[in-house]
């Protein structure tokens, strides 16, 4: 699916300017727009800029269906005929009014500079789910299976019997086995394959974080292609800068 719009008349110091649209293929997305401005000074260095395809519904929902940061912008500068192929995450179902988002790193949070909404609503259709019944092997008739709670064992009257010396000694206390994978991924030490564990890390994301070594802050991690301020806030939470 496919879509195209043209960016409103905002007099902002940081906009989008010109058309801008999207195309989803599969699991991937490619927006395509063709400026992205700063207004302000010359001397005047924007924050880390962030642009995010979002998605709202009636009901009040919001979902981040694609992001990435693009870096700082001079002012009286701009960016022109801009790609960016980034890891598609489809809504729930239901009717969404998309817009392209322009966000800006303020020190604590990513703050909304500019927003341009698409005209043609994104829909995605509600899909069931088929639970197959259990087939008995003899009747080969759909029925539904009923599990049996197991019935409690009645325990037998054991005698008692005169306690030896091997009984009276004291007995060692069992230790208990740690837990495995109760530590965090190190950004900086940690091999490929365990950044690619991380539930949410896409591998390509592993891979470039694994090659641009080493990172000495979070917010140089959203330097990653692919990697979005949502997708960081899930990850911190397995994850470790050392």
Known sequence: MSAIA??????????????????VHG???????????????????????????????QDG????????????????????????DLIFTAPEAGQ??????????????YELIDSQPFDVPYVVAWQPTVVEPTVTPTTKEKVVSIEEAPATPVSKPVKSKKPTEQDKAPKAKKTAPE??????????????????SVKGMPKKV???????RPHTSWEALLKIKGMG???????KKALKLD
């Open 6 to 23: 043209h960016s409103l008349t905002l007099k902002k110091d940081l906009s989008f300017n010109g058309s801008y649209g999207f195309r």
């Open 206 to 212: 592993a891979k470039e974080i694994v090659e641009k």
């Open 229 to 235: 301020p949502r997708m960081l806030k899930k990850l």
């Open 96 to 109: 969404w009014q998309l817009a392209l988002e322009l966000r800006e790193w303020n020190g604590s949070d």
């Open 27 to 57: 699991d991937r997305i490619t927006l395509t727009i063709q400026q992205i401005n700063n207004h302000r000074s010359f001397d005047n260095l924007s924050g880390t800029v962030a642009i995010e395809l979002r998605g709202y519904r």
């Open 61 to 84: 929902a919001e979902a981040v269906l694609a992001s990435t940061t693009i870096g700082q912008l001079s002012g009286q500068h701009y960016l022109s005929n801009c790609e960016y």
């Open 179 to 196: 837990k495995e994978g109760s530590g965090l991924i190190s950004i900086n030490q940690s091999s490929l394959e365990e950044l690619a």
